[in-house]
């Protein structure tokens, strides 16, 4: 029975087998399907007797050969993502240390690499003195604590287009906001939020005796990558004295890259940026980011003081991320995103995400080439959409039998009441043999 304090021998056996597993796992993604459709069947009960690390790290490889393969080149569906390496190796240091990095007297130097992870993100997305923010879970939980921070009255009204991440009305049903609260904008003919109609929404609103408070603009939604006027509704939202939020979770990190910074002006107005670094930065899952113009007005939604916090000081230039979000207990979460851009550069990541960039465009006009599909709209970041021109049925079908195949892994969305593909790229390990091989695919169904 190994002891709950393993000796310097029975640690590194331990790392050893750890090692061997992840390198195995990693070298073999190229090879893997995309989605197998397999049920697993595997024994995971708990029971009291011990069991070797080998024994178990079989049922752990099966387990994960189940499923839809997230870390995999040829995962072109939903949002993906990467699960670089080398922040899973900074995860099995920040976990192995398990210090308590919410509040700054408790462990100022790791305080300190996450708060240098949240400047740099503000910087890139030319933000003021004063602007900060706070590393979350992900984009859920970002938007939920900026709609917290940014709501004023109990019967306060929101702005959304029909193609926001449904996160933002959950965020307003945690908040304490009835569904009628969130108030959809339609979009003009490239999906995307239309200024003038959000400005007619919140007149009438007024007139109405409701209180609007903020309006949600999206950098890169999820159906479809198209990016929101950002700087029109940030205009709009000065106009009106609103809270201007931005969803940058699925197309934030292409900030890095001269066409995101030139696609998304205006977002430096934003007085709210959610960013998940588990996607455009090819992180593993578990790390989003929420960025605020002032840290101040987190501190009002969510400092709060007890008496058994009397003994931790304060530590110049450094927060109290206890103070900005509504976590107090969590793991430590900026080496998992700082050591990855100290190890391979920043610049590793803008070329990667130009790649992705890139990419999507080659895959639109390769299916462009291919007779009875329909594409509506360019890609405007990393997604393209696309469906079969004899309708619906023929679209589902189509789409049935590539997920029937397992290579690739494609989801399907439905706009304007019509039944889609979409192929998503983002994960670092996706280059051009992957996204042509997915087409070729595509056109031999097709």
Known sequence: MLPLEPSDAELRELGTAALDFVTSFVTGLPDRPAHDPTAFDGDVSITDDARPLGELLDTVGAAAAVGVETAGPRYLGYIPAGGLVTSAIAGLLTLTMNRFGTVADMAPGL???????????????????????????????????????????PDGTLYVSE??????????????????????????DELRMDPLAAARMIAEDRRRGLVPFLIAGTAGTTDTGAVDPLAELADLARRENLWFHVDGAYGGAFQLTERGRARFAGI????????????????????????????????????RQAAYYQDLGRREGLPDYAHRGLELTREHRGLAVWLPLRLHGVQSFRDAL??????????YEELLHI?????????????????ASAGDEATER???EIRARGRYLLTSTRIRGRFFIRLCVLSHR??????????EEIRSLS
């Open 163 to 188: 193609h926001t991440h449904v996160c933002v009305a959950k965020a307003a049903s945690i908040a304490g906001l009835p569904s009628e609260s969130v108030r959809v904008v339609p979009v003009d």
């Open 354 to 363: 130009d790649e992705k960039l890139d990419l999507a465009w080659r895959a």
């Open 268 to 303: 430096e107005q934003a007085d709210s940026i959610t960013l998940d670094p588990h996607k455009g930065l090819f992180l593993p899952y578990g790390i989003g980011a929420l960025l605020v113009r002032d840290t101040a007005t987190l501190d009002r939604a969510y400092h």
């Open 111 to 153: 305080v300190a690499i996450e708060e240098s992870v949240l400047r740099w993100l503000c910087a890139e997305f030319g933000l003021p003195a004063g602007s900060g923010g706070v590393l979350t879970s992900g984009g859920s939980l970002a938007t939920l604590t900026a709609v917290v921070a940014a709501r004023r009255t």
């Open 398 to 400: 189509l789409f049935d």
């Open 371 to 387: 007779p009875g599909l329909d594409l509506p709209w360019p890609p405007q970041l990393s997604t393209v959409v696309f469906r």
């Open 430 to 439: 996706t280059h051009a043999e992957h996204v042509l091989g997915a087409v």
